[in-house]
């Protein structure tokens, strides 16, 4: 059984960065796509970014556009995601996700992580 679990998260101020770790434990991780996900008080939580087994390259999301670079390390069975020139309105909770083969969405998952607050302000 695969479990994903996040961390890296933090206080930043708007422009800084920061990079969340998806560490996963478990067999066949190589064969897992691994997506990203935020939520907001209030929100409902959003898609922002994935990495597909299947098609073997990342996806980006609108909310977050230019703001964020995914890679993966099979060997450490681990994703990073590399947030940049943060703001406010990216004051969340990230999470990540997996999916056999295919990037998770929020009805289609194998897996969800516990969570990493993420909070920028000055």
């Known amino acids: 059984q695969l479990r994903v679990m996040e961390s890296g998260g933090g206080l930043v101020q708007p422009g800084g960065s920061l990079q969340l770790s998806c560490v996963a434990t478990g067999d066949d991780f190589a064969r897992y796509g691994i997506g990203w996900f935020r939520q907001a008080p209030g929100k409902e939580r959003e898609w922002i970014a994935c990495?597909?087994?299947?098609?073997?390259?990342?996806y980006y999301g609108e909310f977050m556009r230019g703001q964020l670079s995914i890679s993966r390390d099979n060997a450490k069975k681990a994703v990073y995601l590399q947030m940049n020139r943060l703001k406010p309105e990216d004051t969340a909770v990230y999470y990540c996700a997996a999916r056999s083969e295919y990037c998770p969405t929020l009805e289609q998952f194998d897996a969800w992580g516990q969570g990493t607050q993420v909070t920028v302000s000055s």
């Open positions: 990495f597909s087994v299947q098609a073997g390259h990342a």
